[in-house]
T-cell receptor, first 109, second 114 residues
């Protein structure tokens, strides 16, 4: 069975500081991994997926199969980045992602 | 395209009553998913439906919970005889029939059982 672990419930940083939201997974096959974001009073939305290898809003995430991690990073945090971030895994052939419990990012001015 | 719609946004029920949560998927989407988010926990999958079919209900409690996605109209998540432990945020997501990975989420319904 697959599992997604986000070890930090809360991450608090100051504006301009680097930020890294951790995500570790357990799955024996080749997973698809995603980061979803939920801004205050907004719906959950896809931020990025590992296959696309793109940077969205300055965020990047690299899949590290050796460490089974998919950490989300941004070199300089902005106040508008404050939100809940969820890491999710999709196993081969499945439509149903497994979500981590989420990390609340607070960026202070 | 208005996106995935859920109503009501907030629902208060007394113990023993029934709760009905509605989800209208995005236009052109025929796959619907329901998730529950308990306080301090992540999103937990409940059920996956296509029009008139339940595809996967492995995350659904065996009793009191049911879901449907009729040919016409929204998907309904029904909770009978609610208990305090059912208090949670319930999210619906939809995806198109082409097998795309991305799910589009609704704003959620927050159920409070008093």
């Amino acid at each position: 069975a697959q599992r997604v672990t986000q070890p930090e419930k809360l991450l608090s940083v100051f504006k301009g500081a680097p930020v890294e939201l951790k995500c570790n997974y357990s799955y024996s096959g080749s997973p698809e991994l995603f980061w979803y974001v939920q801004y205050s009073r907004q719906r959950l939305q896809l931020l990025l997926r590992h296959i696309s290898r793109e940077s969205i809003k300055g965020f990047t995430a690299d899949l590290n199969k050796g460490e089974t991690s998919f950490h989300l990073k941004k070199p300089f945090a902005q106040e508008e980045d404050s939100a809940m971030y969820y890491c999710a895994l999709l196993s081969g052939g499945s439509y149903i992602p497994t979500f981590g419990r989420g990390t609340s990012l607070i960026v202070h001015p | 395209n208005a996106g995935v719609m859920q109503n009501p946004r907030h629902l208060v029920r007394r113990r023993g009553q029934e709760a009905r949560l509605r989800c209208s998927p995005m236009k052109g989407h025929s796959h619907v998913y329901w998730y529950r988010q308990l306080p301090e926990e992540g999103l937990k999958f409940m059920v996956y439906l296509q029009k008139e079919n339940i595809i996967d209900e492995s995350g659904m409690p065996k009793e009191r919970f049911s879901a449907e996605f009729p040919k016409e109209g929204p998907s309904i998540l029904r909770i009978q005889q609610v208990v305090r432990g059912d208090s949670a945020a319930y999210f619906c997501a939809s995806s198109p029939p082409t097998g795309e990975y991305e799910q589009y989420f609704g704003p959620g319904t927050r159920l409070t059982v008093t």
